[in-house]
């Protein structure tokens, strides 16, 4: 099943209000919905935990969430303020290859899911910050390998990632 | 699902609790109760100035207080709608209240240029009073900022420290400046527009810090 606005903001609602039974239901469809999500943005290895620091972000801050308001962008929010914060952390190692596990698009709700997306934000950073972000954080090369690739000096790498992770630290709630 | 994930659910479901949701409305209750606890605490240590209403008052006075109190406004909005995150949240308004002020402290310093008259002319006898009371009157809407923040989920906490600075030191020298009587653009353009700046900055320092996620 996959959830739609309305359901998931009912199901909120009802959390909010102590309800366990529609908590662990909403919990479930965040856990889909995050791991289509983040697929193409975050190694394999490394999705379930991105996922579940997701999910214990929203426990802990359910309470911010403005029932007057959609669940979705905000579940969105959260998703890439986790996500912005996992870059930062983690250095990916060579061996963690990004699979190729496009899943088609069922959800109905695309033109919404395409305004929320993680690419979204590369759209703003400059080219060459964006590509050793991707580069580096993401397809795990190392800083020399990415240097090579991209003709930017080693140093100049370093600050490019640096300046791109904090434009996207500020770009989490921007939508267009 | 994976069994990783299920039994994290598993456990958060089982110690789930009510929670009261942080409605918007309710965090303009709160900053309207500071606003007017505030503007009482001013008019009964230090009064309100009837300036306006004997029609004594220069325009600066009107137009300089209004921009202040337009600025507290569109922060104070930022700052509630900021603690709830979403994407697609644009936070504009402060930017654009901020630059019209800032228009005030320019017109003052080419005042006194076109003047020929010292950086000297425009420090006036109460100018450290009215800075210094107008910070510190900003200190209750920043109190309530920050502990609507730190209950939110803010995404861009910088922002969001920098954004409830501005609306707590626009709120304070606001509400300081309902009681002084001094109304040329040099004072009210530097004296009263600085706490904006200055709580800005501390938001910017503070805030992150007490922000726990």
Same mark, same amino acid.
């Given at each position: 099943?996959?959830?739609?606005?309305?359901?998931?903001?009912?199901?909120?609602?009802?959390?909010?209000?102590?309800? %366990? !039974?529609?908590?662990?239901?909403?919990?479930?469809?965040?856990?889909? $919905? &995050?791991?289509?999500?983040? +697929?193409? *943005?975050?190694?394999?290895?490394?999705?379930?935990?991105?996922?579940?620091?997701?999910?214990?972000?929203?426990?802990? %801050? !359910?309470?911010?969430?403005?029932?007057?308001?959609?669940?979705?962008? $905000? &579940?969105?929010?959260?998703? +890439?303020? *986790?996500?912005?914060?996992?870059?930062?952390?983690?250095?990916?190692?060579?061996?963690?290859?990004?699979?190729?596990?496009?899943?088609?698009?069922?959800?109905?709700?695309?033109?919404?899911?395409?305004?929320?997306?993680?690419?979204?934000?590369?759209?703003?950073?400059?080219?060459?910050?964006?590509?050793?972000?991707?580069?580096?954080?993401?397809?795990?090369?190392?800083?020399?390998?990415?240097?090579?690739?991209?003709?930017?000096?080693?140093?100049?790498?370093?600050?490019?990632?640096?300046?791109?992770?904090?434009?996207?630290?500020?770009?989490?709630?921007?939508?267009? | 699902?994976?069994?990783?994930?299920?039994?994290?659910?598993?456990?958060?479901?089982?110690?789930?609790?009510?929670?009261?949701?942080?409605?918007?409305?309710?965090?303009?209750?709160?900053?309207?109760?500071?606003?007017?606890?505030?503007?009482?605490?001013?008019?009964?240590?230090?009064?309100?100035?009837?300036?306006?209403?004997?029609?004594?008052?220069?325009?600066?006075?009107?137009?300089?207080?209004?921009?202040?109190?337009?600025?507290?406004?569109?922060?104070?909005?930022?700052?509630?709608?900021?603690?709830?995150?979403?994407?697609?949240?644009?936070?504009?308004?402060?930017?654009?209240?901020?630059?019209?002020?800032?228009?005030?402290?320019?017109?003052?310093?080419?005042?006194?240029?076109?003047?020929?008259?010292?950086?000297?002319?425009?420090?006036?006898?109460?100018?450290?009073?009215?800075?210094?009371?107008?910070?510190?009157?900003?200190?209750?809407?920043?109190?309530?900022?920050?502990?609507?923040?730190?209950?939110?989920?803010?995404?861009?906490?910088?922002?969001?420290?920098?954004?409830?600075?501005?609306?707590?030191?626009?709120?304070?020298?606001?509400?300081?400046?309902?009681?002084?009587?001094?109304?040329?653009?040099?004072?009210?353009?530097?004296?009263?527009?600085?706490?904006?700046?200055?709580?800005?900055?501390?938001?910017?320092?503070?805030?992150?810090?007490?922000?726990?996620?």
């Amino acid at each position: 099943m996959i959830a739609d606005e309305t359901t998931l903001a009912h199901l909120m609602r009802k959390a909010q209000g102590g309800d %366990k !039974r529609a908590y662990a239901v909403l919990l479930d469809e965040c856990s889909n $919905w &995050l791991q289509r999500y983040f +697929r193409k *943005r975050v190694p394999p290895q490394q999705l379930d935990d991105l996922v579940q620091d997701v999910l214990m972000s929203v426990h802990r %801050k !359910r309470s911010s969430w403005d029932p007057d308001r959609a669940f979705m962008p $905000w &579940l969105a929010a959260i998703a +890439r303020y *986790r996500w912005v914060d996992h870059l930062r952390k983690v250095y990916r190692t060579a061996e963690d290859e990004l699979g190729d596990h496009d899943a088609a698009e069922e959800s109905e709700e695309e033109a919404v899911m395409a305004r929320m997306s993680l690419d979204r934000l590369f759209v703003h950073l400059p080219q060459k910050q964006a590509e050793v972000i991707e580069m580096v954080k993401i397809e795990g090369l190392s800083i020399v390998e990415a240097s090579e690739r991209t003709g930017q000096s080693e140093s100049l790498v370093k600050v490019n990632i640096h300046r791109g992770l904090k434009k996207l630290s500020a770009m989490i709630e921007k939508a267009e | 699902m994976n069994t990783r994930n299920a039994a994290l659910i598993a456990e958060l479901s089982d110690e789930l609790e009510p929670v009261r949701p942080m409605r918007a409305r309710e965090g303009y209750a709160v900053l309207a109760l500071a606003g007017a606890v505030t503007i009482g605490a001013v008019w009964m240590v230090a009064g309100l100035w009837d300036g306006v209403l004997t029609g004594t008052a220069s325009p600066f006075f009107v137009i300089i207080n209004g921009l202040l109190l337009l600025v507290a406004l569109a922060a104070i909005g930022a700052s509630i709608a900021l603690a709830s995150p979403h994407v697609g949240n644009r936070q504009d308004g402060p930017r654009w209240a901020l630059a019209m002020l800032g228009v005030m402290p320019i017109a003052a310093i080419a005042m006194m240029l076109g003047q020929g008259s010292g950086v000297a002319s425009l420090i006036d006898p109460h100018a450290f009073t009215c800075f210094a009371a107008g910070s510190a009157t900003s200190a209750l809407t920043f109190v309530a900022l920050a502990w609507w923040l730190k209950r939110g989920a803010p995404v861009s906490t910088t922002l969001s420290g920098t954004i409830a600075g501005v609306a707590a030191g626009a709120a304070g020298s606001f509400a300081y400046g309902l009681s002084c009587p001094i109304d040329g653009l040099a004072h009210l353009g530097i004296w009263h527009v600085l706490p904006v700046v200055v709580c800005g900055a501390l938001g910017r320092i503070a805030v992150p810090r007490i922000i726990r996620w």
